[in-house]
């Protein structure tokens, strides 16, 4: 077993023991440089970091490996990779870019199995006379068609 795989055993372990807590990345460069980027189903906070590096790193031996071990939450900005991570965003204004090239933002309303929901409000004309109107749009999206998603931070 190499290293990179002695680690990704060592952290598939370390998950088992904290179930609202998952894997978002995980890389080992060349020079044994352990990079893990967790997420969860409610938050992930500096205190599951630490346990999960502990645990990690309490199993390796410096003395036979030399490496440098960084273990962070995914951050408010970073895109969302898996379909566990919308439940959380649910009521929060996401950017979803499409497969297709299409941008389409709106608030998450709905996660399901294979696809989400998007809401946002709209300026259409009136169908008779002058002016607009205010609508509400929804979309459904399937997660195959999604290419790229980031929650929108409001300030």
């Not at 071990?69 to 959380?88: D, I």
């Not at 294979?114 to 004309?125: A, F, H, M, N, S």
Request: net charge negative.
């Amino acid at each position: 077993m190499n290293f990179s795989e002695k680690v990704a055993s060592l952290l598939s372990v370390a998950l088992e023991n904290f179930p609202g807590i998952f894997l978002v990345d995980f890389k080992v460069s060349a020079d044994n440089s352990i990079k893990i980027i967790l997420d969860g189903d409610k938050d992930v906070n500096v205190k599951d970091c630490i346990n999960i590096s502990r645990e990690i790193e309490g199993s390796l031996d410096r003395e036979v490996e030399d490496f440098s071990l960084e273990v962070a939450s995914a951050g408010v900005g970073s895109a969302l990779k898996f379909p566990r991570q919308y439940y959380k965003n649910i009521g929060r204004k996401l950017e979803v870019v499409l497969t297709d090239g299409a941008l389409v933002s709106g608030e998450l309303t709905k996660v399901e199995d294979q696809q989400i929901e998007l809401q946002w409000k709209q300026r259409e004309p009136k169908a008779v006379g002058k002016g607009k109107i205010t609508v509400t749009k929804n979309k459904t999206i399937a997660f195959d068609e999604i290419n790229q998603s980031k929650v929108m931070i409001k300030f």
